[in-house]
């Protein structure tokens, strides 16, 4: 379910193969020239807003997604997608509400 007035933000998967990777296209698209902690709790704290990630929520389009289950391993690709699941629509979070869009 895509947000009408969202903005949209894109990683692509294409852009690389590895949790570290994926940290450093998190960070070239979500929060540019922010520090983090690189690991998954600050990726959540990231989505959860405050870092420079659009604060009322945004339409996130993964590219490539499947690449990127290949290449990251179902078990890492699920636990990315559900913490970003954890702040779409009728979540706890859902002040800070993600669309998540899988191409």
Known sequence: MSGANLSELTINGARFTTINGFYDEVERVLIPKVEWGRNLDAFADILAGGFGAPEAGFTLRWLNSERSRKS???VTFDTL???I???SVGSEYEPYRIDLILD
Do not use: C, E, M, Q
């Open 85 to 87: 699941r954890d702040y």
């Open 72 to 74: 990251l391993g179902s």
């Open 81 to 83: 997608v559900s913490i």
